[in-house]
């Protein structure tokens, strides 16, 4: 997981849902979901499952399939959300 940090409102979050695979879990740097729904919604991409970061603490995502795992790139996850994270990536199809 990188964690390079650019700049927020430079596109970089409509780059990474427009590139995301269909159906992927797109993690949102915060538990603010409104804007990235519609965002979402704006791209055509309403097949994304967006979630907060809290999302990867919770076992309610365990044994879910994903295609793909985005995480927003202004995302600071804490130490249980990285290890979420990582358990999540064992159900990547």
Excluded at 55 to 61: G, W
């Amino acid at each position: 997981m990188s964690h390079v940090q650019l700049r927020r409102g430079d596109g970089t979050t409509t780059l990474q849902m427009t590139d995301a695979a269909e159906g992927a879990l797109f993690i949102w740097c915060n538990g603010h979901l409104d804007y990235p729904r519609q965002l979402a919604r704006k791209l055509g991409r309403t097949d994304l499952k967006i979630y907060s970061p809290s999302a990867l603490e919770n076992h309610f995502l365990a044994g879910l399939r994903f295609p793909a795992i985005v995480l927003d790139h202004a995302c600071d996850l804490t130490a249980d959300q990285i290890y979420g994270f990582n358990r999540l990536l064992t159900f990547v199809r």
